[in-house]
């Protein structure tokens, strides 16, 4: 028993690493006003250069590098858009989720099949490694969910934060005060960009050391609706990552009992199902998405 | 309003500059549709793969494809490929083709087509497949001598009669030398790729004891978790040899071009026409060489395990005191004889209910193979659709 | 505060034919740029130019081909157009689509109606199980405050897995001999197509008509201003006595609806079966929404920009056909004709003023939404 337990913990954690990245990333992207739909596109264009670089270089730190800079700049076309030029950014979110998903597969092409030399490395963390599930990990384990945790202090608990939250709910007051909106939101979407990007490379370098098309799976697509779950908080998005990713996990590990249909339908409906109780609960608290989300800034 | 007419009209001519294509002449063309893309390392590259040893083999050959063709879309890419490209001869892949291309085949008497996987046909519609029930019966009996928890481990995409097929061979195998193996499945069923899922299937099936793994996905990812845990495995479609040499014990290698170089060469000498297609229908299986056991091109079991294999002597029915080693490609042997001399589905067989599903003596037709819904004994885990 | 060195800012109302060139102007410099993109495929552009252009619009099969695949995404594109104009956010046609094909699907299989009632009975389910699963967001979204983002892309998945389900359970045919797939739908429940065309003759008419219905909707009615109302903003809306719930549940219900008919269409138009959920939506959901706002979210537009996204995908087959390209060069060149227009709308409504001299005071500052 306890060792099914730690097993299906274990897997828990591994498996919502890069749902918990691109989360954490599209939490601050919409917190500073900004929607990206790309992210599925971000992810697997991370998850190509990252195996690209890692492949020719036989290092795969210079993969994450290079993944997360280049999700990151794709997502600078997204703020180009969205933040100079003010499209509508539920287009521009999907025309860039398209471009990324289209040169991953067209550039990706040659690598499909290769053999990754190096991958990452896994390690045992001094304390955390007596934690049923925690024996031992990928490092992106430990990292997303201690990034999780800075993320969430930064946000609430610092200057910084107040800056990013106050561009998403009014920038026009932001503005008066001297903030340039247009830094804050560029920021931030080039740091969602490249969340999404090491969410990718995590994938291609560590969870399936390989790259194919596709293996990004819908992982993106999730994120979004796992950003509204959190309600726009770092720390709610460790739990509907996590959540998600058990009920993912029991999927597998009680088909022998339950029909494997409805079990597969689980993670998608079980959401619906919290968000319905603490929902009205939000909105009586006043919790609800940043004022300014998706409408792009321009002094009147 | 003025300036918006001539803009039209600019579109309109700058369109006529179109003109059609034509075909080569002289040569036979062959237009192949492929239901995934070609780089999935699966079904879709294993033809493809074929597709380039034809044109390779046949100077008088020329080839075009399609990939990632929705099921739904066939019927228009067929067309495209006749009119558009010229081709004589149309390949279509998946058994989701199967009534787009009997369509076509009515629409286009005079041109040949050939389908995988389906069973209905024209005068001028062939069907074809290779089988992998031989090599999983082979696989099977390797992965029972191999486990230590006398539990092996099974991730499919779909629970259908191909599948089962397979896994009920795989089963069968195993329990020949190893009366107490189960094996533990568990189905993906989103899609024929599903990495993610595998990988997530793969971890639940090692964690529920299982130490040797076998799967139908279209992606080398239980391999590579079965070698991150150190445990044994078997490829699916395409050599995964090289995805973990320590690893993959052997596996199922497909050799369309086998059919596809035979069909083809049929065609060209006139043997096949568009008239007479009717009854033919390929089923290769070992004894033609459309299908390979081993873990790479040449290589059935992997010398990492050959001193194990060798040394495991088992009691076999037939055989006698065996190894393991010797009693697969005595197996092998049997079944690649042209006579067919050994099937995997001889009686008597039970299902894991209890039913006598193949009487002692009698060996499952085509048709029962192909149709197959029962879970053999020793089979543990969800299988929908399964019979009374 | 200091003056910028380079600033934006709004043109007057531009003119239709504007709107036109600039349109037709961008598509064109988007595969221009694709040229790079064939040339490093080894294909020579305007070869593949010629090829597209051929497979999209050359002949009369080319155009039907591309009409077909255009039905769906004006049927989608029409609905979410009207949402839209609501500020109600549904990215879950592809799922409203899914649930309209099982609809229609049970219709033919199980219902046993006549045949002349069969089809008919096929639409009107199938749009209101597509019209019921968007409803159930709007719900959520009314009573239970779950913004329809999420709602709707979840309801995707519950979809796609209820279709997966069905296929490979309850409703698996007993002649595909296990695949997972229905029964053929008796004849009854096909669609007559146009002539030697593949084109759904009926979804074709459905198509328009659900066009100028949105678009009557949007401009002669009181629901249609109130929607606009509530679209500019829900404050607005609460202060003008709109009943902002039940506008909402309005637009699901037809944009849902619009997308079961879609399913419908499809699977009794193309299919004669359920099968595997992916090779039912293809993506139309998601392109519907694009669509829809290359339309400026006016139905009337919905027409031309879903017959360009149909060329786009019928094209892309020709593409394939002829060259053997890898698939996912049909996504970058969408991406990249959304990207030019997105770029050209910003061409049609600002200009970027550098700093010197005096301001033109005929130009206003402009802060919101593009609509």
């Known amino acids: ?300 | 309003m003025k300036r918006l007419v001539v803009a039209l009209l600019i579109c309109a001519v700058f369109l006529w500059f179109v003109v059609s294509g034509n075909a080569e002449e002289g040569k036979l063309k062959v237009g192949f549709i492929y239901v995934g893309p070609v780089g999935d390392f699966g079904w879709s590259y294993a033809h493809d793969q074929a597709r380039q040893i034809v044109e390779a083999t046949y100077p008088w050959i020329e080839t075009v494809y399609v990939e990632a063709v929705p099921e739904g879309e066939v019927e228009g890419v067929i067309d495209r490929l006749i009119n558009q490209e010229g081709v004589d001869i149309v390949v279509t892949t998946s058994f989701g083709f199967m009534d787009g291309t009997l369509a076509a085949a009515q629409r286009y008497p005079d041109k040949i087509f050939f389908h995988c996987s389906g069973f209905k046909r024209a005068p001028n519609m062939a069907t074809y497949m290779a089988d992998f029930h031989q090599v999983y019966y082979l696989n099977g009996i390797i992965a029972g001598a191999l486990t230590k928890t006398n539990k092996l481990g099974y991730v499919g995409a779909f629970p259908i009669p191909e599948l089962k097929r397979h896994i009920n061979a795989f089963t069968l195998g195993a329990r020949r030398v190893n009366p107490n193996a189960q094996v533990l499945v568990r189905w993906l069923q989103t899609s024929w790729y599903d990495p993610a899922g595998a990988k997530e299937a793969a971890e639940s099936l090692i964690a529920e004891g299982a130490d040797v793994l076998a799967f139908t996905e279209d992606s080398p990812t239980v391999v590579q978790v079965a070698a991150e845990h150190g445990l044994p495995s078997f490829g699916h479609y395409s050599p995964m040899y090289k995805f973990a040499p320590d690893f993959v014990v052997s596996g199922q290698l497909v050799h369309w071009e086998a059919i596809y170089l035979d069909f083809f060469a049929k065609v060209y000498a006139g043997l096949y026409t568009s008239k007479n297609l009717e009854n033919v229908d390929y089923w290769w299986l070992l004894r033609e060489g459309a299908v390979e056991l081993g873990a790479d091109f040449g290589m059935p079991i992997n010398p990492v395990f050959e001193e194990r294999l060798k040394s495991t002597i088992v009691n076999d029915p037939v055989y006698g005191e065996i190894s393991v080693y010797d009693l697969v490609f005595a197996l092998l042997k049997a079944m690649a004889d042209p006579e067919y001399a050994f099937s995997p589905f001889t009686g008597p067989i039970r299902d894991r209910k209890g039913n006598l599903r193949v009487p002692e003596g009698v060996r499952l037709t085509m048709d029962e193979l192909i149709t197959m819904e029962w879970a053999a004994e020793g089979i543990v885990g969800a299988w929908p659709g399964e019979p009374e | 505060m200091r003056e910028p060195i380079v600033r934006i800012a709004r043109r007057l109302e531009p003119s239709p034919e504007m709107v036109f060139l600039v349109s037709v102007g961008s598509v064109i410099f988007a595969f221009l740029v694709s040229g790079f993109l064939f040339s490093f495929l080894g294909i020579f552009p305007t070869e593949a130019y010629r090829v597209f252009l051929n497979g999209a619009f050359g002949s009369f099969y080319a155009l039907s081909e591309t009409i077909k695949r255009m039905i769906p995404l004006a049927l989608i594109g029409a609905g979410l157009s009207v949402s839209f104009q609501a500020s109600v956010w549904n990215i879950g046609a592809e799922g409203q689509m899914l649930i309209g094909a099982i609809v229609g699907a049970w219709v033919a299989l199980f219902s046993h109606l006549p045949s002349p009632l069969l089809l008919p009975a096929m639409f009107i389910l199938g749009f209101l199980g597509g019209a019921f699963w968007g409803v159930f967001a709007a719900w959520c979204r009314n009573k239970l405050a779950i913004n329809e983002i999420i709602t709707t892309l979840m309801l995707n998945y519950v979809a796609a897995n209820l279709v997966l389900y069905l296929i490979l359970g309850p409703w698996k045919g007993k002649t595909v001999r296990g695949f997972a797939y229905t029964d053929p739908f008796p004849k009854e429940a096909w669609l007559a197509t146009l002539g030697a065309t593949r084109i759904p003759l009926a979804t074709l008419l459905l198509a328009i008509i659900a066009v100028f219905v949105c678009y009557l909707i949007l401009t002669k009615t009181t629901l249609g201003f109130e929607l606009r109302v509530v679209g500019r903003g829900e404050k607005a809306a609460r202060l003008a006595g709109i009943n902002i719930g039940r506008v909402v549940s309005f637009v699901m219900f037809l944009s849902g609806g619009l997308a079961g008919i879609a399913g419908v269409g499809e699977v009794s138009g193309i299919h004669h079966m359920l099968r595997h959920p992916a090779h039912i939506s293809l993506g139309y959901g998601f392109t519907g929404v694009i669509v829809a706002w290359i339309a400026r979210a006016n139905p009337l537009g919905v027409l031309a920009s879903s017959f360009l996204f149909g060329a786009l995908m019928s094209g892309g087959d020709a593409l394939k056909v002829s060259f053997g390209i890898p698939f996912q060069v049909i996504y970058i060149l969408n991406g990249l004709v959304l990207l030019f227009l997105i770029a050209s709308d910003q061409l049609l409504y600002y200009r970027i003023i550098f700093r010197h001299g005096h301001q033109d005071t005929r130009e206003e500052d402009y802060g919101g939404v593009v609509d």
């Open chain 1, 1 to 300: 028993m306890g060792s099914l337990i730690s097993g299906i913990i274990g897997r828990t954690l591994a498996y919502s690493v890069p749902l918990l990245l691109a989360t954490l990333g599209e939490i601050y992207v919409e917190r500073a006003g900004v929607l990206n739909l790309g992210i599925e596109g971000m992810m697997s264009l991370g998850a190509l250069v990252a195996f690209a670089v890692a492949f020719s270089f036989s290092n795969p730190w210079f993969g994450v590098v290079a993944g997360g800079m280049a999700a990151g700049g794709a997502a600078l076309l997204h703020a180009l858009c969205s933040i100079t030029l003010r499209a509508n950014q539920v287009v521009s979110g999907l025309s860039l989720g398209m471009l990324g998903m289209g040169i991953s597969g067209v550039l990706g092409r040659n690598f499909e099949g290769k053999v990754l030399g190096a991958t990452l490395p896994v390690y045992r963390m001094p304390f955390l490694s007596s934690l049923p599930g925690f024996e031992k990990h990928n490092v992106f384990v430990y990292l997303s969910l201690g990034l999780a945790v800075f993320l969430w202090f930064v946000l609430f608990r610092t200057r910084w934060g107040i800056v990013i939250r106050s561009v998403g709910e009014n920038p026009a007051a932001c503005d008066a005060m001297g903030i340039n909106v247009s830094t804050v939101r560029y920021t931030c979407v080039v740091f969602g960009g490249v969340l999404a990007g090491l969410a990718g490379a995590y994938l291609s370098l560590g969870y399936r050391p390989s790259w194919s098309y596709g293996m990004t799976g819908g992982i993106g697509w999730l994120s979004i609706a796992l950003t509204i779950f959190a309600f726009w908080n770092p720390l709610w998005g460790l739990v509907g990552a996590y959540l998600f990713g058990l009920l993912y996990q029991l999927s597998f590990r009680f088909q022998a009992h339950v029909s494997p249909e409805l079990l597969n339908t689980l993670p998608y409906v079980f959401p619906l199902i919290a968000l319905s109780f603490v929902s009205r609960l939000a909105a009586r608290k006043r919790i609800g998405p940043p004022a300014s989300l998706g409408v792009p800034y321009k002094r009147e």
